[in-house]
């Protein structure tokens, strides 16, 4: 004779086994799920609290901080870190690329690597930088504190990301010569004009200073460096393009306004 399985056989064994599987499984997923829920709130809680920014001239610190971290999750340390590794970073006036490097959940270090500008010409209403190679490298409606307006230049059409179309080529390496020795000697011009000639004159504040050709560049600057502190308050030409280095003990004509 057959036996029956009823509700108190094997039947009713093996439902309360697969409830009692399915109940483990239910808790162990509860547990998975609170745990990533934890690890979301703990990751979304840790904010960036301490900021060091490196590589910068043109802009300042808090100027470079402002600009990338300027959303409500920016200083989030998961979303921060998210935005630097799998999205593209913002475009900033200048700012070639920057990265973003984790020295702690909490503190973070931005490395800054500049765009290579060494003057501007003023086309309409905007600004064009361009870099050693004559190349415009960004167009903005602002002046940039510490790069010199260079005129007396013709050229034609201007577009961006393209070489600034000068009948002669080679004033772009006499202008890189000029800004790298004024950097060195660490004086600031406002304006370099060049005239017919090829001549430059420098403008800082109201003074004029003239060069005269591109030889003895190094000589020349140098004697300004020395000789600004003297014309400081004044307004007038100072005439540099008699300058001789055989002279050990040179003078130069001012002219005041």
Same mark, same amino acid.
């Given at each position: 004779?057959?036996?029956?399985?009823g509700h108190g056989g094997y039947g009713g064994y093996g439902l309360y086994r697969r409830r009692r599987r399915g109940k483990k499984i239910g808790l162990v997923l509860a547990v998975i799920l609170g745990l990533l829920i934890l690890i979301a709130v703990l990751? +979304?809680?840790?904010?960036?609290?301490?900021?060091?920014?490196?590589?910068?001239?043109?802009?300042?610190?808090?100027?470079?901080?402002?600009?990338? +971290?300027?959303?409500?999750?920016?200083?989030?340390?998961?979303?921060?870190?998210?935005?630097?590794? #799998?999205?593209?970073h913002k475009s900033i006036p200048f700012i070639e690329e920057y990265t973003i490097e984790f020295k702690s959940p909490t503190r973070v270090e931005v490395?800054? #690597?500049? *765009?290579?500008?060494?003057?501007?010409?003023?086309?309409?209403?905007?600004?064009?930088? +361009?870099? *050693?190679?004559?190349?415009?490298?960004?167009?903005?409606?602002?002046?940039?504190?510490?790069?010199?307006?260079?005129?007396?230049?013709?050229?034609?059409?201007?577009?961006?990301?393209?070489?600034?179309?000068?009948?002669?080529?080679?004033? +772009?390496?006499?202008?890189?010569?000029?800004?790298?020795?004024?950097?060195?000697?660490?004086?600031?011009?406002?304006?370099?004009?060049?005239?017919?000639?090829?001549?430059?004159? %420098? #403008?800082?504040?109201?003074?004029?200073?003239?060069?005269?050709?591109?030889?003895? %560049?190094? !000589?020349?600057?140098?004697? %300004?460096?020395?000789? %600004?502190?003297?014309?400081? !308050?004044?307004?007038?030409?100072?005439?540099?393009?008699?300058?001789?280095?055989?002279?050990?003990?040179?003078?130069?004509? #001012?002219?005041?306004?």
């Amino acid at each position: 004779m057959r036996r029956r399985r009823g509700h108190g056989g094997y039947g009713g064994y093996g439902l309360y086994r697969r409830r009692r599987r399915g109940k483990k499984i239910g808790l162990v997923l509860a547990v998975i799920l609170g745990l990533l829920i934890l690890i979301a709130v703990l990751l +979304f809680s840790v904010r960036i609290t301490e900021i060091e920014v490196s590589g910068n001239q043109h802009y300042t610190k808090e100027q470079i901080i402002d600009l990338i +971290f300027d959303g409500r999750w920016s200083r989030n340390s998961a979303y921060c870190y998210y935005e630097n590794r #799998f999205r593209e970073h913002k475009s900033i006036p200048f700012i070639e690329e920057y990265t973003i490097e984790f020295k702690s959940p909490t503190r973070v270090e931005v490395v800054v #690597f500049e *765009k290579s500008v060494v003057g501007y010409v003023s086309d309409m209403s905007s600004y064009m930088y +361009f870099d *050693k190679d004559g190349i415009i490298v960004e167009s903005s409606s602002e002046q940039l504190p510490g790069v010199p307006w260079v005129t007396g230049l013709e050229y034609g059409h201007i577009v961006l990301h393209q070489p600034l179309p000068v009948a002669d080529q080679a004033i +772009f390496e006499e202008i890189l010569n000029l800004t790298q020795v004024l950097s060195l000697n660490e004086v600031e011009v406002d304006k370099i004009n060049y005239n017919s000639f090829g001549e430059a004159e %420098l #403008f800082i504040g109201d003074i004029t200073v003239e060069l005269g050709d591109s030889s003895e %560049l190094n !000589g020349k600057v140098a004697e %300004l460096r020395d000789i %600004l502190p003297e014309l400081e !308050g004044l307004s007038g030409t100072l005439y540099l393009d008699t300058y001789d280095a055989a002279n050990s003990s040179p003078t130069y004509t #001012f002219r005041k306004n």
